[in-house]
């Protein structure tokens, strides 16, 4: 008898509580947690496409003064890519937006709202 008392006290793991309160910490630092990765995936994107909006309008710059356009001219895509930008296609907006180029005076904008250039 006083052996089968010894087995039941020796055995060795953890009560519900414990469990309980180990993933009520694990849900909190994942309530705080998540959100953070959300903003800084979605501000990672917009800098990015701020970035390739410099690129199009570094690259446009460069190809008006080297055609001597005026500021009303307009550019497109093809006059760019090879030899301004390289590749064959035009960067691509991460959030899913498109570019518009424009002409030599105006900056090239992005569909998607809160990508502009500064």
């Given at each position: 008898m ?11 793991g ?11 910490i694990?849900?909190i ?10 903003q ?8 990015s ?8 309008d ?7 003064m080297?055609?001597r ?6 550019v ?14 035009m ?7 498109t ?20």
């Open positions: 006083l052996s089968l008392n010894r087995i039941r006290k020796s055995r060795k953890f009560t519900l509580i414990e469990i309980m309160i180990v993933v009520l694990i849900g630092l994942l309530a705080i947690a998540v959100p953070n990765f959300i800084a995936r979605d501000s990672s994107r917009t800098k496409c701020i970035a390739n909006l410099k690129q199009i570094s690259a446009k710059q460069q190809y008006a080297d055609n356009l005026a500021g009303t001219a307009s497109t895509s093809a006059n760019l890519l090879g030899t301004y930008i390289k590749g064959t296609a960067p691509a907006c991460p959030g899913g937006g570019y518009t180029i424009g002409t030599v005076d105006t900056d090239p904008t992005c569909t998607v709202t809160g990508h502009a250039l500064p």
